[in-house]
């Protein structure tokens, strides 16, 4: 499975982004697609994922209330939508995917296949 990830961008304090990711490939393969984010100098970070069939989401602390994590079965696409960004959002966000559930949805080391990543700045 490949990924392509889009729709990062430079923001100010509040805005909102969305971010895109299209899979393509032995996508009827995939248990869950997510989203991680890593900043300058720190570790990998999980942000949001949905498991493919359901449509169940998770969400890292920071997320909840703020990110919202869906689905386009038909353009095999997730999206991320990022509502009251903050500084601290800032970060390179990649789109992550399982083939079968290995017992976390927070660990990056539990996907199978990644995208190259997609800048996210939010000014303050």
């Known amino acids: 499975v490949q990924v392509v990830e889009s729709g990062g961008g430079l923001v100010q304090s509040g805005d909102s982004l969305r971010l895109s990711c299209a899979a393509s490939?032995?996508?009827?393969?995939?248990?869950?697609m997510g989203w991680f984010r890593q900043a300058p100098g720190k570790e990998r970070e999980f942000v949001a994922t949905?498991?493919?069939?359901?449509?169940?989401?998770y969400y890292a602390d920071s997320a909840k209330g703020r990110f919202t994590i869906s689905r386009d079965n038909a353009k095999n696409t997730v999206y991320l939508q990022m509502n009251s960004l903050k500084a601290e959002d800032t970060a390179i966000y990649y789109c992550?995917?399982?083939?079968?559930?290995?017992?976390?949805?927070?660990?990056?080391?539990?996907?199978?296949?990644w995208g190259q990543g997609t800048q996210v700045t939010v000014s303050s």
């Open positions: 949905i498991v493919w069939s359901g449509g169940s989401t």
């Open positions: 490939g032995r996508t009827f393969s995939t248990y869950t």
């Open positions: 992550a995917g399982q083939l079968y559930y290995s017992g976390t949805y927070q660990y990056p080391g539990a996907y199978h296949y």
